[in-house]
């Protein structure tokens, strides 16, 4: 099947972008309208992303309005090589080219960014969830390991933008949303525009009940951007926010109860309590700010500086025991930039920079007592300490060879200590050797529109704090750092007025020291290194108005969207007490998956949209004996816009999700004791929502 679809989907892309590119007007006659050419930040600076020499994906404000108001989840998915998941509402997992598999209980092996701040901590651990869904306006996503300029991760980097950098307007704005299994969400947003100063407030509140037993989550959520400009080129930004998330966590079903009972949450075996019975959840406070300042020192030289901190308060019941974690981080991050004088054959830049962080963790266990904090178990501290430094040089040589080499040298430690039971008075040091992750990347424009790239880079990924003191408490301190590289070569293809858009990449990232979970008799998880992994892939994605865009047919627009992601990942040289694992797939990886939509425009501002996602079978155990079944997802939102008055403007939408009523497990538990792998995901559900903006 799917040869079958990618050989479709290859002919049909090719077929219509040579088709659009000798038709600059729609069939009568209109001027096509053009868009606005998606560009990246990522790097340092903005540029398009067609000349990009790597993989990059950018998810637009209007892309995100398209899809569900309520989770990340649906939008992140349509980028090829990016799986994201919600075992429960709020809990997520975010994947990036098969990274999935250390994440059993959040963000890992991701480096995540919220404007020039970064959200992951010196630990490795991403409060991703923490953040409102309506108050991000944009998402780049860096795929592959790229430490070069972002230090430790072998996944890729996300990179969170907070304003829509190309809204200058003032404007205050709300949203109402309501749904099936008692969502409900609002927002509220202000934006004020005075002199050189620009205010951007959000605030948001949303609950749902869930599809399952013990699956209740609500999070209050207040956010603020204040930019000050003060010159032509120089600008001063703080950035913050505080976030409220409580969820429930309803536990992992075995095949027979997900098929008969997939709604009740995990059930009392008889010497374990059951997720009601121990009120299974997670409650999590994190306030999170910083300042950015931008200064030109002249016209070839600019610097930018960042100051962030982070406090997270979190208390985790679990089955076995209830968690609280106190984590403080601090840190800066700040680079130089050297422009070469413009206009010139050789148009180049020089970037020297470090970015430095600490967090200091409190992390004690006690017994859980039907939901009550009991007697002490283990109180421990650990400390980690991440900071590189990083320079790289990039030319763009006749407007049509763009080279680019950059390095890190990355430096990492943790130290702990045993409050209670042991009563330590000192802290035992654990320092990594000090690594360069090199990464050098070319792309040349073959033609105005047809641009070949090809990179080199190494990825390394120090075990995050999750890994070391996991869920048996004991502190490991023989795991490993992951260490590989990946090499990469592709193609973007664009027509000439932009209305159609070709990303093709190949990669293969052969990685050795892989981080893998295990769970012991108790339910509690371990990690350990699995040797290693090949990983070897294909992603596409292809963009195109069939129908141009137009004020005066009944059909005002006709956009199709196709995302493909192919993969071969098995292990390599993994051995266990258990077993030989070597060539297996990868745990926790579809080796497929096909996302398809279709965004039709109708006159008074009337808007359908459909995808469907079909994601192949994911192993679930390392032996390869266990899999989740293949599925089809199909979504469907209807929506209408229009204006009232001069400035407000009024939407009204509804929508539906799995529309097929599909039976799936969006979150699978890997390598779970007691064969409880499956997380039910809610059947066919509705919701419908309205926004204001003055």
Not at 186 to 192: K, T
Not at 206 to 226: E, P
Not at 417 to 440: D, G, K
């Amino acid at each position: 099947m799917a040869k079958i679809y990618l050989s479709a989907i290859l002919i049909f892309a090719f077929n219509t972008i040579a088709f659009a590119q000798q038709n600059s007007t729609d069939h009568k006659g209109d001027t096509v309208r053009h868009l606005q050419a998606a560009t990246v930040r990522g790097y340092l600076i903005e540029q398009p992303v067609l000349s990009v020499p790597a993989s990059v994906s950018v998810l637009s404000p209007d892309q995100l309005k398209l899809q569900p108001e309520n989770s990340l989840v649906s939008a992140l998915n349509t980028v090829p090589g990016v799986r994201m998941e919600e075992r429960s509402p709020g809990s997520y997992r975010l994947s990036i080219r098969g990274s999935l598999i250390r994440s059993p209980f959040g963000v890992r092996d991701v480096k995540i960014y919220f404007d020039e701040i970064p959200l992951t901590d010196a630990g490795g651990n991403t409060y991703l969830n923490a953040i409102d869904v309506n108050s991000v306006q944009g998402i780049e996503i860096l795929k592959g390991p790229d430490g070069s300029l972002f230090g430790a991760n072998s996944g890729g980097v996300v990179l969170v933008h907070p304003v829509n950098q190309y809204d200058h307007s003032n404007f205050i704005s709300a949203g109402l949303n309501a749904g099936s299994y008692g969502l409900f969400h609002e927002n509220i947003a202000l934006q004020n525009n005075k002199g050189n100063n620009q205010l951007n407030i959000n605030e948001a509140y949303q609950t749902y009940n869930g599809y399952r037993q013990n699956s209740y989550m609500q999070r209050k959520y207040l956010q603020a951007v204040d930019k000050l400009t003060f010159s032509k080129n120089d600008q001063l930004k703080f950035l913050g926010f505080y976030s409220d998330l409580s969820y429930e966590t309803p536990g992992g079903l075995t095949l027979s109860q997900f098929q008969t009972e997939p709604q009740m949450a995990r059930l009392p075996t008889p010497t374990i309590p059951g997720a009601v019975e121990q009120k299974a959840g997670i409650y999590q406070k994190m306030l999170f700010g910083g300042l950015v300042n931008e200064v030109h020192i002249t016209d070839r030289i600019k610097n930018v500086l960042s100051v962030f901190g982070t406090y997270v308060d979190f208390a985790n019941p679990f089955i076995t025991d209830y968690e609280n974690r106190y984590e403080g981080t601090y840190g800066l991050r700040t680079y130089f930039e050297l422009s070469g004088k413009p206009d010139t054959v050789i148009n180049w830049k020089v970037n020297l920079g470090v970015e430095w962080q600490q967090t200091n963790s409190d992390i004690n266990n006690y017994g859980n007592r039907f939901g009550v904090r009991d007697t002490a178990q283990t109180l421990d501290k650990i400390n980690t300490n991440q900071h590189f430094i990083f320079a790289r040089y990039l030319a763009d040589i006749n407007k049509r060879l763009h080279i680019e080499a950059a390095m890190s040298l990355n430096f990492y430690d943790y130290e702990f200590r045993n409050v209670f039971p042991n009563n330590e008075t000192a802290f035992t040091n654990r320092h990594f050797t000090p690594q360069l992750m090199p990464r050098i990347a070319l792309s040349y424009q073959l033609t105005n529109d047809f641009i070949w790239r090809a990179s080199v880079s190494r990825g390394y990924s120090t075990p995050t704090t999750a890994e070391i003191r996991p869920t048996d408490h004991a502190i490991n301190t023989g795991l490993q750092a992951e260490d590989g590289v990946n090499y990469e070569t592709g193609f973007r293809l664009r027509n000439s007025d932009e209305s159609a858009f070709l990303d093709a990449s190949v990669y293969y990232y052969d990685l050795h020291n892989a981080i893998i979970p295990q769970e012991d008799n108790n339910g509690n998880t371990f990690y350990t290194n699995a040797g290693g992994t090949s990983q070897p892939g294909l992603e596409i994605y292809f963009t195109d108005w069939l129908i141009r865009q137009n004020n005066t047919d009944f059909i005002r627009g006709l956009q199709f969207n196709e995302s493909v992601t192919l993969n071969r990942f098995k292990f390599t040289d993994y051995h266990t007490a258990t077993g030989n694992f070597t060539g297996n797939q990868l745990t926790g990886v579809p080796g497929q998956v096909f996302i398809t939509s279709m965004q039709v425009r109708l006159p008074s501002r009337f808007y359908v949209f459909a995808e469907y996602n079909y994601t192949a079978r994911i192993p679930l155990k390392d032996d390869n004996t266990v899999y989740a079944d293949h599925y089809n997802l199909v979504q469907a939102k209807a929506g209408w816009d229009t204006a009232i008055g001069h400035k407000t403007r009024l939407g009204i939408y509804a929508g539906v999700d799995n529309v097929l009523n599909e039976k799936y497990s969006l979150g699978d538990d890997l390598n779970a004791t007691g064969n409880r792998y499956y997380n039910a995901a809610a059947p066919r559900n509705y919701y419908i929502g309205l926004s204001v903006r003055l």
